[in-house]
């Protein structure tokens, strides 16, 4: 049951993920990886904050379909490294630097804050 | 879809469906590598977090997520290259599959992790993590240059 659960909100976390992209790029076309960046962070601030409260052997279920299922879904890892590499490919240097530095940095500071607010 | 940026609520129901289906399968995928254990604790042993703070490199989630982005940005550059961000094939491979499939935020509670037991251990993995996705992506870029 908890494996469906996972992939369920799973597929949730993407669809968000999905509707971030999908509004920035209506509003500003050319600034759509920024979406996955705010993904990102708004993932792992809240793994950080689920890590963090839901420590208890009750909670195990609950921890695994929120940070597997849910923030595993809204976060990416491969967008958010992919996109820079083509970017350098187009010689977009600049903009390629800024996501793989910033990215890992906004994820951090989030992933603290989520961490601080579970305390 | 391809040609408009702004959906209707028709499309983009159907949009958000491919993800949905795309993301449940990554995230069905990356639930079931992640239970592999590489460090089988013997028989009759207690089970206990390992103070060798080796033990907790996450291992499964590091070559999944070097193999999505691999595997996006052949995808991104070369077989979907033309393909706008709402085609169906790229919402279900890339946005959906490869997004569920691969996780920033299971990288980072992991990271956690060994940042209790070491930090120079942390750093480093986190360096490695970074590192090694950059040389996927070179890679995915480098297969779509032989190809050219």
Redesign the interface.
């Given at each position: 049951m908890t494996?469906v659960l996972?992939?369920?909100?799973?597929?949730?976390?993407?669809?968000v993920?999905?509707?971030f992209?999908?509004l920035v790029?209506?509003n500003h076309?050319t600034s759509?990886p920024w979406a996955t960046v705010a993904a990102?962070a708004l993932?792992?601030g809240?793994?950080?904050f689920t890590?963090y409260r839901l420590t208890g052997t009750a909670d195990i279920e609950i921890r695994?379909i929120v940070?597997?299922?849910f923030?595993?879904?809204?976060?990416?890892?491969?967008?958010?490294?992919?996109?820079?590499?083509?970017l350098q490919?187009e010689h977009h240097w600049g903009y390629a630097a800024a996501l793989?530095t910033t990215?890992?940095l906004i994820?951090?500071g989030m992933?603290v804050l989520g961490?601080s607010l579970a305390h | 879809m391809r040609s408009h940026i702004t959906l209707s609520p028709k499309q983009l129901g159907l949009a958000m469906l491919f993800v949905a289906i795309g993301g449940a399968a990554g995230t069905l995928i990356r639930d079931l590598a992640l239970k592999i254990n590489l460090y089988v604790v013997p028989r009759g042993t207690a089970i206990y977090p390992s103070p060798d703070w080796t033990h907790q490199i996450p291992w499964v989630l590091l070559a999944i997520n070097t193999f999505g982005v691999f595997v996006a940005t052949d995808l991104l550059r070369h077989r979907l290259k033309h393909h706008d961000p709402n085609d169906p094939t790229r919402l279900l491979l890339v946005t959906g599959f490869l997004g569920g499939l691969t996780s920033y935020s299971g990288l980072f509670v992991d990271l956690a992790a060994i940042w209790h037991l070491t930090i120079g251990g942390c750093l480093l993995v986190a360096a490695g993590a970074i590192v090694s996705g950059l040389f996927a992506g070179m890679l995915g870029l480098g297969r779509h240059r032989r190809r050219a």
């Open positions: 494996l996972v992939s369920i909100f799973g597929a949730i976390g993407c669809v993920r999905y509707l992209e999908y790029r209506r076309p759509r990102n993932g792992t809240i793994a950080g890590a695994t940070l597997t299922g923030c595993g879904g809204l976060t990416t890892f491969s967008s958010a490294l992919a996109v820079p590499a083509i490919r793989i990215t890992p994820c951090t992933f961490m | -």
